[in-house]
């Protein structure tokens, strides 16, 4: 399994804007594309919603992203804890991959 080098982190009432860097699973000159597919693994506690394609460059980490290479989306809810998240996407390339990679986010007290 490989995860996400960052550590995503958000309080409990916090609503955040997530982005994960899809570069090291493209193979050149590929891109992402549909629309990816977001999933808290073990509990149901974190509210996942507008998971998109970037359709802008994007900085991640102090790096910038070009547009289709990473997956965006926006996390509410969760209490205190550790969160796996599995990111899912579809690729251009012929035949169509699909990537997968999985992260962990941080929910801390307010």
Do not use: H, W
């Not at 919603?49 to 992203?65: D, E, F, K, Y």
């Not at 390339?93 to 990679?101: C, R």
């Amino acid at each position: 399994m490989s995860t996400a080098p960052q550590i995503r982190s958000k309080t409990e009432s916090e609503v955040r804007n997530v982005a994960v860097d899809m570069r090291g699973k493209l193979d050149t000159g590929e891109l992402l594309t549909g629309t990816p597919t977001v999933i808290e693994e073990d509990t149901a506690n974190l509210t996942i919603t507008n998971q998109a394609i970037n359709v802008l460059p994007i900085v991640i980490m102090g790096q910038t992203v070009p547009i289709a290479q990473a997956v965006q989306f926006k996390v509410s809810g969760g209490l205190v804890g550790r969160y796996s998240v599995r990111v899912t996407c579809d690729t251009d390339s012929v035949p169509a991959q699909t990537l997968i990679e999985n992260l962990i986010l941080m929910v801390t007290p307010d």
